[in-house]
């Protein structure tokens, strides 16, 4: 490989490559995507996206297999959850085979940036859209502007999963029900940052997130989904203000290959006790284990223990050996890029 890049200390840091997408609809057609080694966006003053905070966004990976072969990880479902977003924003959606192509086509452009197999490292994909209209009064927003960018990321455990410890702390609401909690607009993230930013400097690994209207339910543990195991089942919330995780979704299907029962169903912050493992999961880890969560309010704390439980390992172990080629990809999850 011809990159000069320290594969086993990656971070989760923005590392250029060889080149990235762009691609625009004008409020008629999509152009073609264009390819550049441009790392800058110019853009007018007014432009709507970022005035408003019209813009959303996805993550995906694609990983050097065992085999040798590139593999991205269910970008289909990426494309879809970027098109409701993009309705959700009143922007056009992006058609998924567009969608799925140019990933296809950043990652062959970025081939050398993918890291080698024994890394356990990956190529993050950044698709990016936002409202490229020049005005100033808020309505519909006809002109999108897309980006495709990637970056090689590590392991985010770095030496193996480790337990993390949550806080629960209800100073800020992370989505509020019927707002945009179930799409991956920029804006969330904006919106938790204030309280994720105080749990750190408590000494926590992340917020659990309630729902805004009661503060009584499980929504979501930082920027990923949470799930509990107990009884031989996966629970996991069922909101309206939860985004919907390609991880998640993969991980009820892989606990129900296993044998387990699958509920997605509204969780209680008492219910939090009952598990015998907890985790969060997303794109990112795939699965954080939760070691305890400490409530500030009713200083309530549960201990789950000081091992990773065994069906979270279980999960997390079958979902990357699809994800890396080493185990058979029934579901057809894996789109082979070369
Ligand atoms: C992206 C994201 C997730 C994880 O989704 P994946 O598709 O599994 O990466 C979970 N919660 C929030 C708020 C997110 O933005």
């Known amino acids: 490989m011809g990159v000069n ?8 840091d923005y590392i250029k490559t060889n080149a990235n997408l762009r691609c625009r609809f004008d409020g008629k057609r999509w ?17 709507m996206g970022i005035h408003y905070g019209i813009m959303a966004f996805e993550g995906l990976k694609a990983f050097r297999g065992k085999d040798g072969k590139v593999r991205l990880f269910r970008p289909a479902d990426n494309a879809r959850r970027f098109q409701s977003s993009a309705y959700k924003l009143c922007l056009e959606p992006m058609p998924t085979d567009v969608f799925v192509e140019a990933c296809i086509q950043l990652v062959k452009l970025n081939i050398d940036f993918v890291p080698p197999y024994e890394s356990g490292a990956s190529l993050y994909l950044r698709p990016l859209m936002y409202g490229s209209q020049v005005a100033i009064g808020v309505h ?19 030496g193996g999963m480790q337990l993390i410890k949550v806080v629960i702390d209800r100073m800020q609401d992370r989505a509020a029900p019927r707002g945009t909690g179930d799409i991956k607009a920029g804006g969330n993230y904006a919106s938790s940052l204030l309280s994720g930013e105080k749990a750190h400097d408590m000494g926590y690994d992340n917020v659990m997130y309630l729902d805004a209207a009661q503060h009584r339910f499980v929504e979501e543990c930082g920027a990923a989904n949470f799930f509990g195991i107990k009884n031989n089942t996966y629970v996991t919330p069922a909101s309206p203000s939860i985004l919907p995780s390609v991880t998640n979704d993969s991980l009820r299907t892989l606990a129900a290959d296993m044998g387990l ?13 009952t598990f015998e493992e907890a985790g969060a999961c997303g794109t990112a880890a795939v699965i954080s284990p939760i070691g305890s969560i400490y409530d500030i309010d009713t200083q309530e704390y549960i201990d789950y223990g000081k091992t ?4 979270s390992l279980a999960l997390y172990n079958r979902l990357r050996d699809i994800q890396y080629g080493r185990a058979e990809d029934k579901h057809n999850w894996c789109v082979i890029v070369e």
């Open 5 to 12: 890049i320290d594969w086993n200390n990656l971070g989760f």
């Open 31 to 47: 152009s073609q995507i264009s390819v550049t080694e441009d790392e800058y966006i110019r853009m007018h003053i007014a432009t």
């Open 140 to 158: 519909r927003c006809p002109e999108v502007d897309i980006v495709f960018f990637a970056s090689p990321v590590g392991p985010y455990f770095k």
């Open 261 to 273: 029962n699958v509920e997605q169903r509204p969780v209680t912050v008492e219910e939090l006790k």
């Open 308 to 311: 990773i439980g065994p069906v």
